[in-house]
Protein backbone atom coordinates (compact mmCIF):
# COMPACT_ATOMS: atom_id res chain seq x y z
CA UNK A 1 0.00 0.00 0.00
CA UNK A 2 1.16 3.14 -0.58
CA UNK A 3 0.30 6.25 1.51
CA UNK A 4 -0.02 9.99 1.25
CA UNK A 5 0.14 13.09 3.70
CA UNK A 6 -4.06 14.10 3.84
CA UNK A 7 -6.15 15.50 6.36
CA UNK A 8 -8.34 13.23 8.67
CA UNK A 9 -12.10 14.15 10.16
CA UNK A 10 -10.47 17.57 12.04
CA UNK A 11 -6.83 16.61 11.71
CA UNK A 12 -4.16 16.35 9.94
CA UNK A 13 -3.76 12.37 9.33
CA UNK A 14 -2.65 9.39 6.80
CA UNK A 15 -4.85 8.30 3.82
CA UNK A 16 -4.31 4.99 2.03
CA UNK A 17 -3.69 5.79 -1.44
CA UNK A 18 -3.23 1.77 -2.87
CA UNK A 19 -5.26 -0.33 0.26
CA UNK A 20 -2.90 -3.38 0.40
CA UNK A 21 -5.68 -6.25 -0.14
CA UNK A 22 -6.03 -8.83 2.97
CA UNK A 23 -7.79 -10.97 4.95
CA UNK A 24 -10.34 -11.37 7.47
CA UNK A 25 -8.78 -13.14 10.47
CA UNK A 26 -11.57 -14.09 12.48
CA UNK A 27 -11.14 -15.17 16.32
CA UNK A 28 -12.74 -16.20 19.42
CA UNK A 29 -9.94 -16.87 22.17
CA UNK A 30 -6.97 -15.87 23.47
CA UNK A 31 -4.73 -18.24 21.61
CA UNK A 32 -6.03 -17.31 18.23
CA UNK A 33 -5.78 -13.52 18.67
CA UNK A 34 -2.25 -14.00 19.83
CA UNK A 35 -1.53 -16.71 16.17
CA UNK A 36 -3.43 -13.98 14.09
CA UNK A 37 -1.52 -10.81 15.82
CA UNK A 38 1.73 -12.41 15.00
CA UNK A 39 0.46 -14.08 11.49
CA UNK A 40 -1.15 -10.87 10.47
CA UNK A 41 -0.28 -9.17 6.95
CA UNK A 42 -0.33 -5.73 5.11
CA UNK A 43 -4.49 -5.16 4.39
CA UNK A 44 -5.83 -8.00 7.43
CA UNK A 45 -8.21 -7.63 9.69
CA UNK A 46 -7.99 -9.15 13.35
CA UNK A 47 -11.73 -9.53 13.87
CA UNK A 48 -13.05 -10.02 17.85
CA UNK A 49 -15.69 -12.33 18.45
CA UNK A 50 -17.35 -10.98 21.99
CA UNK A 51 -15.49 -12.98 24.97
CA UNK A 52 -12.72 -12.02 27.27
CA UNK A 53 -9.25 -12.37 25.74
CA UNK A 54 -5.81 -12.39 28.23
CA UNK A 55 -3.28 -9.83 27.99
CA UNK A 56 0.39 -9.81 27.39
CA UNK A 57 -0.33 -9.46 23.47
CA UNK A 58 3.28 -8.09 21.62
CA UNK A 59 4.07 -7.46 18.16
CA UNK A 60 6.49 -5.65 16.38
CA UNK A 61 6.10 -3.85 12.47
CA UNK A 62 2.56 -4.49 12.55
CA UNK A 63 2.02 -2.92 8.68
CA UNK A 64 -1.60 -2.05 7.65
CA UNK A 65 -3.98 -3.91 10.21
CA UNK A 66 -7.40 -3.27 12.03
CA UNK A 67 -8.07 -4.92 14.93
CA UNK A 68 -11.71 -4.57 16.06
CA UNK A 69 -14.43 -6.41 17.51
CA UNK A 70 -16.93 -7.91 15.72
CA UNK A 71 -20.20 -6.57 17.17
CA UNK A 72 -19.05 -2.68 18.31
CA UNK A 73 -22.40 -3.11 20.76
CA UNK A 74 -20.62 -6.26 22.14
CA UNK A 75 -16.95 -5.77 22.55
CA UNK A 76 -14.36 -7.63 23.24
CA UNK A 77 -12.63 -7.45 26.46
CA UNK A 78 -9.02 -8.36 26.92
CA UNK A 79 -8.73 -8.56 30.89
CA UNK A 80 -5.31 -8.81 33.08
CA UNK A 81 -2.29 -9.66 32.85
CA UNK A 82 0.72 -7.07 31.72
CA UNK A 83 0.09 -4.75 29.11
CA UNK A 84 -2.80 -5.87 27.36
CA UNK A 85 -2.03 -4.88 23.46
CA UNK A 86 1.73 -3.65 23.28
CA UNK A 87 3.04 -2.56 19.09
CA UNK A 88 6.26 -1.39 18.56
CA UNK A 89 7.20 0.11 14.99
CA UNK A 90 3.99 -0.22 14.03
CA UNK A 91 2.47 1.19 10.47
CA UNK A 92 -0.98 2.41 9.62
CA UNK A 93 -2.68 0.46 12.30
CA UNK A 94 -6.22 1.13 13.75
CA UNK A 95 -7.61 -0.44 17.19
CA UNK A 96 -11.20 0.00 17.59
CA UNK A 97 -14.77 -1.18 19.82
CA UNK A 98 -12.77 -2.97 22.42
CA UNK A 99 -12.24 -2.91 26.16
CA UNK A 100 -8.77 -3.23 27.81
CA UNK A 101 -9.53 -3.46 31.12
CA UNK A 102 -7.54 -4.49 35.44
CA UNK A 103 -3.88 -4.27 33.43
CA UNK A 104 -0.50 -4.45 36.23
CA UNK A 105 1.07 -2.12 33.81
CA UNK A 106 0.46 0.50 31.47
CA UNK A 107 -2.54 -1.06 29.57
CA UNK A 108 -2.14 -0.16 26.03
CA UNK A 109 1.32 0.54 24.89
CA UNK A 110 2.38 1.72 21.11
CA UNK A 111 6.27 2.65 20.89
CA UNK A 112 9.12 2.67 17.76
CA UNK A 113 10.77 -0.57 19.57
CA UNK A 114 13.52 2.36 20.57
CA UNK A 115 14.82 2.99 16.89
CA UNK A 116 13.85 6.65 17.19
CA UNK A 117 14.56 7.45 13.41
CA UNK A 118 11.69 4.86 12.65
CA UNK A 119 8.35 5.83 14.90
CA UNK A 120 5.64 4.26 14.58
CA UNK A 121 2.92 5.84 12.16
CA UNK A 122 -0.35 6.03 11.19
CA UNK A 123 -2.13 4.94 14.41
CA UNK A 124 -5.95 5.12 15.08
CA UNK A 125 -7.39 4.42 18.58
CA UNK A 126 -11.29 4.79 18.38
CA UNK A 127 -14.27 3.40 20.59
CA UNK A 128 -12.30 2.09 22.89
CA UNK A 129 -12.43 1.70 26.97
CA UNK A 130 -9.40 1.52 29.16
CA UNK A 131 -10.16 1.01 32.42
CA UNK A 132 -8.80 0.32 35.98
CA UNK A 133 -4.76 -0.48 36.48
CA UNK A 134 -4.49 -2.55 39.38
CA UNK A 135 -1.27 -1.61 40.36
CA UNK A 136 -0.11 1.62 41.58
CA UNK A 137 2.95 4.51 40.27
CA UNK A 138 3.85 5.57 36.89
CA UNK A 139 1.38 3.50 35.08
CA UNK A 140 -0.33 5.01 31.71
CA UNK A 141 -3.70 3.84 30.52
CA UNK A 142 -2.63 4.47 27.10
CA UNK A 143 1.46 4.83 26.51
CA UNK A 144 2.88 6.49 23.08
CA UNK A 145 6.49 6.49 22.75
CA UNK A 146 7.63 8.03 19.64
CA UNK A 147 4.02 7.99 17.36
CA UNK A 148 3.94 9.92 14.58
CA UNK A 149 0.33 11.35 13.02
CA UNK A 150 -2.01 9.72 15.30
CA UNK A 151 -5.56 9.81 15.89
CA UNK A 152 -7.39 9.00 19.39
CA UNK A 153 -11.23 9.34 18.89
CA UNK A 154 -14.43 8.81 21.19
CA UNK A 155 -11.99 6.82 23.84
CA UNK A 156 -12.89 6.28 27.76
CA UNK A 157 -9.96 5.84 29.78
CA UNK A 158 -10.71 5.60 33.70
CA UNK A 159 -8.61 5.22 36.72
CA UNK A 160 -4.44 4.67 35.61
CA UNK A 161 -2.16 4.34 37.81
CA UNK A 162 -2.25 6.96 40.24
CA UNK A 163 1.61 8.65 39.21
CA UNK A 164 0.69 7.96 35.53
CA UNK A 165 -1.66 9.10 32.59
CA UNK A 166 -4.74 8.76 30.85
CA UNK A 167 -2.19 9.02 27.50
CA UNK A 168 1.30 9.38 28.14
CA UNK A 169 3.14 10.79 24.79
CA UNK A 170 7.35 10.63 24.88
CA UNK A 171 8.55 11.92 21.77
CA UNK A 172 5.22 11.90 19.69
CA UNK A 173 4.26 14.52 16.71
CA UNK A 174 1.10 15.02 14.60
CA UNK A 175 -1.42 14.21 16.60
CA UNK A 176 -4.68 14.56 17.93
CA UNK A 177 -7.29 13.76 20.73
CA UNK A 178 -10.63 14.11 20.63
CA UNK A 179 -14.32 13.46 21.31
CA UNK A 180 -13.01 11.45 24.86
CA UNK A 181 -13.41 11.02 28.02
CA UNK A 182 -11.20 10.83 30.90
CA UNK A 183 -11.86 10.10 34.76
CA UNK A 184 -10.10 9.32 37.73
CA UNK A 185 -12.11 8.57 41.01
CA UNK A 186 -8.64 8.40 42.99
CA UNK A 187 -8.92 11.64 45.28
CA UNK A 188 -4.73 10.63 45.80
CA UNK A 189 -3.71 10.05 42.26
CA UNK A 190 -1.03 12.93 41.67
CA UNK A 191 -0.35 12.07 37.88
CA UNK A 192 -1.61 14.08 34.70
CA UNK A 193 -4.06 13.30 32.20
CA UNK A 194 -3.15 13.90 28.63
CA UNK A 195 0.58 14.85 28.59
CA UNK A 196 3.08 15.21 25.88
CA UNK A 197 6.40 15.73 26.70
CA UNK A 198 10.00 14.54 25.45
CA UNK A 199 10.11 16.44 22.10
CA UNK A 200 6.42 16.03 21.13
CA UNK A 201 5.17 18.55 18.94
CA UNK A 202 1.99 19.57 16.79
CA UNK A 203 -0.45 17.68 19.20
CA UNK A 204 -4.22 19.23 20.05
CA UNK A 205 -6.73 17.47 22.69
CA UNK A 206 -9.90 18.91 21.37
CA UNK A 207 -13.15 18.35 22.59
CA UNK A 208 -12.58 16.02 25.27
CA UNK A 209 -14.29 15.98 29.03
CA UNK A 210 -11.92 15.52 32.40
CA UNK A 211 -13.33 14.48 35.33
CA UNK A 212 -10.77 14.55 38.58
CA UNK A 213 -11.04 14.66 41.89
CA UNK A 214 -10.49 18.57 43.05
CA UNK A 215 -7.14 17.17 45.06
CA UNK A 216 -6.31 14.62 42.00
CA UNK A 217 -3.11 16.04 39.63
CA UNK A 218 -2.83 18.08 36.91
CA UNK A 219 -5.56 17.61 33.93
CA UNK A 220 -3.70 18.93 30.89
CA UNK A 221 -0.14 19.35 30.81
CA UNK A 222 2.07 20.55 28.09
CA UNK A 223 5.93 19.62 28.90
CA UNK A 224 7.44 17.14 31.52
CA UNK A 225 10.23 16.41 32.86
CA UNK A 226 12.09 13.39 30.24
CA UNK A 227 15.47 11.87 30.91
CA UNK A 228 17.91 12.96 28.54
CA UNK A 229 18.08 9.70 26.27
CA UNK A 230 14.56 9.14 25.30
CA UNK A 231 14.06 12.76 23.61
CA UNK A 232 12.77 12.46 20.30
CA UNK A 233 12.64 15.77 18.17
CA UNK A 234 10.79 16.29 14.73
CA UNK A 235 14.19 16.96 12.69
CA UNK A 236 16.14 19.89 12.74
CA UNK A 237 14.68 20.50 16.53
CA UNK A 238 15.91 20.21 19.66
CA UNK A 239 15.49 21.93 23.11
CA UNK A 240 12.19 21.72 24.42
CA UNK A 241 9.81 18.98 26.06
CA UNK A 242 6.55 19.95 23.70
CA UNK A 243 5.97 22.28 21.02
CA UNK A 244 2.74 23.68 19.37
CA UNK A 245 0.26 22.19 22.01
CA UNK A 246 -3.02 23.21 21.29
CA UNK A 247 -5.77 22.19 23.81
CA UNK A 248 -9.42 23.81 22.65
CA UNK A 249 -12.99 23.32 23.12
CA UNK A 250 -12.68 20.94 26.39
CA UNK A 251 -14.25 20.42 29.43
CA UNK A 252 -12.34 19.78 32.57
CA UNK A 253 -13.42 19.45 36.11
CA UNK A 254 -11.70 19.44 38.88
CA UNK A 255 -7.70 18.56 39.32
CA UNK A 256 -5.08 20.57 41.52
CA UNK A 257 -4.71 22.53 38.03
CA UNK A 258 -6.36 22.58 34.74
CA UNK A 259 -3.46 23.44 32.50
CA UNK A 260 0.14 23.31 33.30
CA UNK A 261 3.09 24.87 30.73
CA UNK A 262 6.62 22.87 31.65
CA UNK A 263 9.51 23.93 29.43
CA UNK A 264 7.73 24.89 26.44
CA UNK A 265 8.12 28.11 23.92
CA UNK A 266 4.11 28.62 23.42
CA UNK A 267 0.83 26.54 23.79
CA UNK A 268 -2.57 27.39 23.40
CA UNK A 269 -5.43 26.93 25.87
CA UNK A 270 -8.89 28.60 24.04
CA UNK A 271 -12.07 27.91 24.57
CA UNK A 272 -12.48 25.43 27.04
CA UNK A 273 -14.55 24.89 30.36
CA UNK A 274 -12.69 25.36 33.40
CA UNK A 275 -14.94 23.78 36.22
CA UNK A 276 -13.69 23.83 40.24
CA UNK A 277 -9.78 23.24 39.97
CA UNK A 278 -8.70 22.33 43.85
CA UNK A 279 -5.82 24.92 43.59
CA UNK A 280 -4.54 26.25 40.61
CA UNK A 281 -6.33 27.03 36.92
CA UNK A 282 -2.72 27.10 35.31
CA UNK A 283 0.78 26.81 36.41
CA UNK A 284 3.82 28.10 34.62
CA UNK A 285 6.48 25.55 35.72
CA UNK A 286 10.50 24.42 35.18
CA UNK A 287 10.75 21.05 36.09
CA UNK A 288 14.28 21.04 34.27
CA UNK A 289 15.89 23.30 36.32
CA UNK A 290 20.37 23.27 35.16
CA UNK A 291 19.76 21.22 32.29
CA UNK A 292 20.03 23.09 28.41
CA UNK A 293 16.28 23.24 27.76
CA UNK A 294 13.97 26.36 27.13
CA UNK A 295 12.41 27.99 29.87
CA UNK A 296 8.53 27.86 29.84
CA UNK A 297 7.76 30.88 28.30
CA UNK A 298 4.68 32.60 25.82
CA UNK A 299 1.77 30.43 26.75
CA UNK A 300 -1.28 31.50 25.39
CA UNK A 301 -5.07 31.52 27.92
CA UNK A 302 -7.80 33.01 26.37
CA UNK A 303 -11.65 33.34 25.75
CA UNK A 304 -12.36 30.57 28.09
CA UNK A 305 -14.80 30.29 30.86
CA UNK A 306 -13.35 29.93 34.16
CA UNK A 307 -15.93 28.68 37.16
CA UNK A 308 -13.95 28.54 40.58
CA UNK A 309 -14.47 28.47 44.12
CA UNK A 310 -12.09 30.72 46.23
CA UNK A 311 -12.93 29.25 49.50
CA UNK A 312 -10.42 28.75 52.86
CA UNK A 313 -10.51 25.06 51.32
CA UNK A 314 -10.84 25.09 47.94
CA UNK A 315 -8.82 27.08 45.68
CA UNK A 316 -5.20 29.13 45.76
CA UNK A 317 -4.67 31.46 42.75
CA UNK A 318 -5.50 31.80 39.38
CA UNK A 319 -2.09 30.99 37.88
CA UNK A 320 1.27 29.45 39.86
CA UNK A 321 4.01 30.26 38.89
CA UNK A 322 7.39 28.55 39.26
CA UNK A 323 10.98 29.88 39.36
CA UNK A 324 13.28 29.95 36.24
CA UNK A 325 10.19 30.72 34.21
CA UNK A 326 9.32 33.78 32.04
CA UNK A 327 5.52 34.22 32.64
CA UNK A 328 5.89 38.23 31.60
CA UNK A 329 5.78 36.43 28.26
CA UNK A 330 1.97 35.04 28.59
CA UNK A 331 -0.65 36.41 27.23
CA UNK A 332 -4.09 36.12 28.86
CA UNK A 333 -7.38 37.67 26.89
CA UNK A 334 -11.18 37.75 26.89
CA UNK A 335 -11.55 34.50 29.56
CA UNK A 336 -14.86 35.07 32.07
CA UNK A 337 -13.86 34.32 35.04
CA UNK A 338 -16.88 33.74 38.16
CA UNK A 339 -16.39 33.13 41.39
CA UNK A 340 -18.75 30.79 42.52
CA UNK A 341 -17.60 32.06 46.63
CA UNK A 342 -17.66 35.65 45.53
CA UNK A 343 -19.60 35.89 42.36
CA UNK A 344 -19.17 40.05 42.39
CA UNK A 345 -16.93 41.59 39.48
CA UNK A 346 -14.48 42.58 42.66
CA UNK A 347 -14.75 38.86 44.19
CA UNK A 348 -13.99 36.86 40.80
CA UNK A 349 -10.73 38.95 39.29
CA UNK A 350 -7.77 36.62 38.66
CA UNK A 351 -4.18 37.47 40.20
CA UNK A 352 -2.64 36.90 36.81
CA UNK A 353 1.30 37.54 35.35
CA UNK A 354 0.74 39.96 33.10
CA UNK A 355 -2.69 42.10 32.33
CA UNK A 356 -5.26 40.65 30.77
CA UNK A 357 -7.18 41.94 27.76
CA UNK A 358 -10.72 42.23 27.66
CA UNK A 359 -11.59 39.77 30.86
CA UNK A 360 -14.98 39.52 31.80
CA UNK A 361 -15.42 39.03 35.84
CA UNK A 362 -18.02 38.29 38.28
CA UNK A 363 -21.12 37.70 35.38
CA UNK A 364 -22.42 34.32 35.48
CA UNK A 365 -21.33 32.61 32.21
CA UNK A 366 -24.57 30.14 31.84
CA UNK A 367 -22.82 27.71 30.85
CA UNK A 368 -23.54 23.33 32.09
CA UNK A 369 -20.76 21.04 32.45
CA UNK A 370 -23.32 18.28 31.47
CA UNK A 371 -24.75 20.41 28.23
CA UNK A 372 -23.55 21.50 24.73
CA UNK A 373 -21.50 24.47 24.75
CA UNK A 374 -21.94 26.93 21.41
CA UNK A 375 -18.68 28.95 21.13
CA UNK A 376 -18.59 31.92 19.26
CA UNK A 377 -16.40 33.21 16.63
CA UNK A 378 -16.11 35.65 13.83
CA UNK A 379 -16.72 32.69 11.11
CA UNK A 380 -19.62 31.43 12.68
CA UNK A 381 -20.18 28.92 15.79
CA UNK A 382 -18.30 25.76 17.46
CA UNK A 383 -20.77 23.84 19.47
CA UNK A 384 -19.35 21.07 21.61
CA UNK A 385 -21.14 18.41 23.57
CA UNK A 386 -18.24 16.87 25.61
CA UNK A 387 -20.64 14.84 27.84
CA UNK A 388 -22.21 11.11 27.81
CA UNK A 389 -25.61 11.81 26.34
CA UNK A 390 -27.30 12.69 23.50
CA UNK A 391 -28.55 16.25 23.45
CA UNK A 392 -30.03 19.29 21.49
CA UNK A 393 -29.03 22.85 20.90
CA UNK A 394 -31.58 25.85 20.24
CA UNK A 395 -30.86 27.48 16.68
CA UNK A 396 -33.58 29.87 16.45
CA UNK A 397 -31.21 32.55 16.66
CA UNK A 398 -28.87 31.31 14.01
CA UNK A 399 -30.54 29.41 11.18
CA UNK A 400 -29.43 31.41 8.66
CA UNK A 401 -25.70 29.30 9.31
CA UNK A 402 -24.90 26.10 7.03
CA UNK A 403 -23.63 23.11 8.89
CA UNK A 404 -20.42 21.82 7.84
CA UNK A 405 -19.17 18.34 8.03
CA UNK A 406 -16.54 17.19 7.80
CA UNK A 407 -15.45 14.17 5.35
CA UNK A 408 -12.52 11.78 4.93
CA UNK A 409 -10.39 14.48 4.13
CA UNK A 410 -11.10 17.37 6.45
CA UNK A 411 -9.08 19.10 8.85
CA UNK A 412 -10.40 21.73 11.42
CA UNK A 413 -8.75 24.92 12.64
CA UNK A 414 -10.90 27.26 14.89
CA UNK A 415 -8.86 29.78 15.29
CA UNK A 416 -8.20 30.66 11.21
CA UNK A 417 -10.40 33.49 10.05
CA UNK A 418 -11.74 30.18 7.72
CA UNK A 419 -11.31 27.14 9.98
CA UNK A 420 -11.92 24.28 7.23
CA UNK A 421 -9.19 22.63 4.89
CA UNK A 422 -9.87 19.68 2.88
CA UNK A 423 -13.47 18.73 1.90
CA UNK A 424 -16.78 19.34 3.91
CA UNK A 425 -20.19 19.55 2.90
CA UNK A 426 -22.48 22.16 3.70
CA UNK A 427 -26.04 22.02 4.56
CA UNK A 428 -28.60 24.43 6.25
CA UNK A 429 -30.08 24.42 9.75
CA UNK A 430 -33.35 22.91 9.81
CA UNK A 431 -35.89 22.85 12.73
CA UNK A 432 -35.51 24.37 15.69
CA UNK A 433 -32.97 22.63 17.33
CA UNK A 434 -29.50 20.87 16.16
CA UNK A 435 -29.38 17.01 17.87
CA UNK A 436 -25.70 16.45 18.65
CA UNK A 437 -24.62 12.72 19.53
CA UNK A 438 -22.99 11.92 23.44
CA UNK A 439 -19.34 13.35 22.70
CA UNK A 440 -19.17 15.12 19.42
CA UNK A 441 -19.38 18.41 17.59
CA UNK A 442 -20.46 20.49 15.27
CA UNK A 443 -19.52 23.71 13.49
CA UNK A 444 -21.90 26.20 11.88
CA UNK A 445 -20.35 28.77 9.13
CA UNK A 446 -22.49 32.03 9.42
CA UNK A 447 -22.30 33.35 5.51
CA UNK A 448 -22.74 36.73 6.33
CA UNK A 449 -19.34 37.04 8.28
CA UNK A 450 -17.46 34.63 6.23
CA UNK A 451 -18.96 34.31 2.81
CA UNK A 452 -15.15 32.64 1.55
CA UNK A 453 -15.92 29.78 4.14
CA UNK A 454 -19.04 28.27 2.17
CA UNK A 455 -17.66 27.61 -1.09
CA UNK A 456 -19.31 29.59 -4.00
CA UNK A 457 -21.21 26.91 -6.63
CA UNK A 458 -18.84 25.96 -8.84
CA UNK A 459 -15.62 27.20 -7.01
CA UNK A 460 -13.83 24.07 -6.53
CA UNK A 461 -10.66 25.71 -5.47
CA UNK A 462 -12.26 27.51 -2.78
CA UNK A 463 -10.99 31.00 -3.72
CA UNK A 464 -14.30 33.06 -3.89
CA UNK A 465 -14.17 33.06 -7.51
CA UNK A 466 -15.29 30.58 -10.27
CA UNK A 467 -12.67 31.08 -13.13
CA UNK A 468 -10.75 28.98 -15.49
CA UNK A 469 -8.98 27.73 -12.63
CA UNK A 470 -11.86 25.52 -11.43
CA UNK A 471 -12.56 24.17 -15.23
CA UNK A 472 -8.67 23.22 -14.86
CA UNK A 473 -9.30 21.17 -12.02
CA UNK A 474 -12.56 19.32 -12.90
CA UNK A 475 -11.18 18.30 -15.90
CA UNK A 476 -7.80 16.96 -14.24
CA UNK A 477 -9.91 15.04 -11.96
CA UNK A 478 -12.83 14.04 -14.43
CA UNK A 479 -14.22 10.57 -13.67
CA UNK A 480 -12.61 10.18 -10.18
CA UNK A 481 -14.62 9.00 -6.93
CA UNK A 482 -12.37 9.62 -4.54
CA UNK A 483 -10.96 13.67 -5.41
CA UNK A 484 -14.21 15.23 -4.97
CA UNK A 485 -12.80 18.73 -4.33
CA UNK A 486 -14.69 19.48 -8.23
CA UNK A 487 -18.08 17.55 -7.02
CA UNK A 488 -20.35 20.47 -8.07
CA UNK A 489 -23.78 18.05 -7.38
CA UNK A 490 -22.39 16.01 -4.53
CA UNK A 491 -22.86 12.50 -6.03
CA UNK A 492 -19.37 11.59 -5.10
CA UNK A 493 -18.28 11.85 -8.79
CA UNK A 494 -16.74 14.03 -10.64
CA UNK A 495 -18.61 13.76 -14.20
CA UNK A 496 -20.38 16.11 -16.85
CA UNK A 497 -22.71 17.63 -14.11
CA UNK A 498 -19.91 19.40 -12.17
CA UNK A 499 -18.96 20.90 -15.79
CA UNK A 500 -22.55 22.19 -15.92
CA UNK A 501 -22.58 23.38 -12.37
CA UNK A 502 -19.20 25.51 -13.04
CA UNK A 503 -20.64 26.27 -16.65
CA UNK A 504 -24.12 27.99 -15.13
CA UNK A 505 -22.44 29.53 -12.77
CA UNK A 506 -19.92 31.33 -14.83
CA UNK A 507 -22.65 32.08 -17.07
CA UNK A 508 -24.93 33.40 -14.27
CA UNK A 509 -22.19 35.64 -13.42
CA UNK A 510 -21.93 37.36 -16.31
CA UNK A 511 -18.16 36.40 -16.83
CA UNK A 512 -15.70 35.06 -20.08
CA UNK A 513 -13.48 32.41 -19.02
CA UNK A 514 -11.25 31.59 -22.09
CA UNK A 515 -9.79 28.34 -22.46
CA UNK A 516 -7.00 26.69 -24.53
CA UNK A 517 -7.42 25.39 -28.00
CA UNK A 518 -8.05 22.87 -29.56
CA UNK A 519 -7.57 20.69 -26.44
CA UNK A 520 -10.78 22.22 -24.89
CA UNK A 521 -12.54 21.83 -28.11
CA UNK A 522 -11.58 17.83 -28.25
CA UNK A 523 -12.82 17.69 -24.41
CA UNK A 524 -15.94 19.69 -24.91
CA UNK A 525 -16.57 16.66 -27.71
CA UNK A 526 -15.86 13.98 -25.31
CA UNK A 527 -18.02 16.05 -22.78
CA UNK A 528 -20.53 16.13 -24.87
CA UNK A 529 -20.56 12.40 -26.16
CA UNK A 530 -20.93 11.81 -22.62
CA UNK A 531 -23.80 14.31 -21.65
CA UNK A 532 -25.56 11.98 -24.43
CA UNK A 533 -24.46 9.26 -23.12
CA UNK A 534 -26.30 10.01 -19.70
CA UNK A 535 -29.38 11.88 -20.73
CA UNK A 536 -30.02 8.73 -23.11
CA UNK A 537 -30.06 5.83 -19.78
CA UNK A 538 -31.42 8.95 -17.69
CA UNK A 539 -34.42 10.30 -19.99
CA UNK A 540 -32.28 13.81 -20.77
CA UNK A 541 -31.74 14.40 -16.33
CA UNK A 542 -28.56 15.08 -15.94
Avoid at 423 to 438: R, V, Y
Avoid at 533 to 541: A, H, I, L, R
Wanted: one cysteine or more; glycine letters at 12%.
Amino acid sequence: MRWIWAVCPWGIFLLSAQPALGVQRVVASSAQFSAALAAAAPGDEIILQPGVYSGGNFRGGLRQVTIRSADPENRAIFDGGGTAIQLSDAQEVTISDVVIRNQESNSLNIDDGGTFATPSTGITLRNLLVADIQNPGNLDGIKLSGVDNFLIDRVEVRNWGTGGSAVDMVGCHHGLIQNSLFVHTNASANGTTLQPKGGSKDITFRANRIELPRTAGRAIQAGGSTGTPFFRFVDGDSGYEADEITAEGNVVIGGTSTFSWVNIDGGTFHHNLVHRPGNWTARILNENQGNPIIDTQNGKFHDNVVIFNDTATEYSLAVNVGSETLPETFSFARNKWFNLANPTPGGSIPNLPTSEVDGQYGVDPGVDIDEPIVWQFPWGKWVVNATGAAAGVNISDFAEYQQATPTDSAAFFPLLENPLAGEWEFAPLTGESLQLPAFSQAVLIDPATCPGCVPLSGDYDHNGQVNQADYDLWRANFGSTTLLAADGNGNRLIDAADYVVWRNRTSAAGSTVAVSEPAHCMFLLFLAIRIGFQCEKTGGQI
